[in-house]
């Protein structure tokens, strides 16, 4: 009896201590999401020739918008786990639900070059620490089409944490606020030198770091029920590969190997907008890891 009673004396303090960290947790992240940036704008105008917005649009492809926000990006539910809780994106329109008529690019550079919303509190999980890396030329012409969007009507739910979703934040195993990693005082580049070279796949390659880490050598899950990431530096598969085999793979999904890549996991249906001079750099920097 006496074991059985230790064994519930065990018991009921365990609870009580995930019981407290996760209340701890869940305030700690809490606070951080009602925390207001202290930014400033860099001067920025806005063009919008039609040669601009078609750069744009390929540059939203690029970037793997629509895997998040949906093919007409009006967003859409992207992860509903019981645990890690209800991930939402959001209607990027200004269609009902979406952003409001006088979204301006001051509101679009918040979001996309500091992750935060126009009243200054952090967007939850959107990738912006990827994004802000963009040239201003680039920055310019994604905006400049994201801002022509067709209105479309689509009201959602807000995202909302689970348990394990507190729990990771808080350890740091899941970028909820990637506004606490970016720089807010970087000013963006005015271009990039856009000749094949290590040094343009390396800028090109910004929004492979969330999956593959800065290393590229990928590691363990980004969450529960998530694949372990591959290495993808010259320590990997790809680094077996030739440049036209890397090229193929991106344009198909279909490695060397002969396996079929999951576009849920391995975005390579946005990656095949890039040119083939964007890939053959990409392909170089990955080679130089």
């Not at 105008?45 to 926000?69: F, N, P, Q, W, Y």
């Not at 390396?202 to 980004?222: A, D, F």
Request: proline content about 5%.
């Amino acid at each position: 009896m006496k074991i059985l009673k230790w064994i519930g004396y065990i018991f009921v303090t365990i609870v009580i201590l995930i019981a407290a960290f996760y209340i701890k947790a869940r305030w700690s992240t809490e606070r951080r999401l009602s925390r207001k940036y202290d930014i400033t704008l860099q001067p920025f105008t806005l063009k919008t020739d039609s040669a601009i917005v078609a750069e744009g649009h390929r540059i939203m492809l690029t970037k793997g918008c629509r895997s998040c926000h949906g093919d007409d990006l009006s967003g859409k539910v992207w992860l509903d786990d019981p645990l890690l809780g209800k991930v939402v994106t959001s209607n990027l329109t200004k269609g009902k639900g979406g952003r409001p008529q006088d979204y301006s690019t001051g509101d679009w550079l918040l979001a996309l070059q500091h992750g935060v919303k126009r009243d200054l509190t952090p967007l939850r999980i959107m990738p912006s620490h990827e994004i802000s890396h963009l040239s201003e030329e680039d920055m310019n012409a994604l905006i400049a089409y994201l801002s022509q969007l067709e209105p479309i009507d689509h009201e959602l739910e807000e995202t909302k944490l689970g348990f394990l979703g507190y729990v990771l934040t808080d350890l740091g195993e899941i970028l909820l606020i990637p506004a606490d990693s970016i720089d807010h005082n970087r000013q963006l580049t005015k271009h990039v030198n856009r000749e094949i070279s290590a040094e343009f796949g390396e800028y090109l390659s910004t929004n492979c770091v969330g999956c593959h880490r800065k290393n590229m050598k990928g590691g363990p899950p980004l969450a529960p029920g998530f694949p372990v990431v591959a290495d993808i530096s010259s320590t990997g598969n790809p680094g077996k590969w030739t440049e036209e085999q890397f090229i193929n793979t991106l344009r198909t999904g279909t490695t060397p190997e002969g396996k079929q890549l999951n576009p849920e996991k391995m975005p390579w249906v946005a990656f095949k907008n890039y040119s083939e001079a964007e890939m053959k750099s990409i392909f170089m920097f990955l080679k130089s890891m």
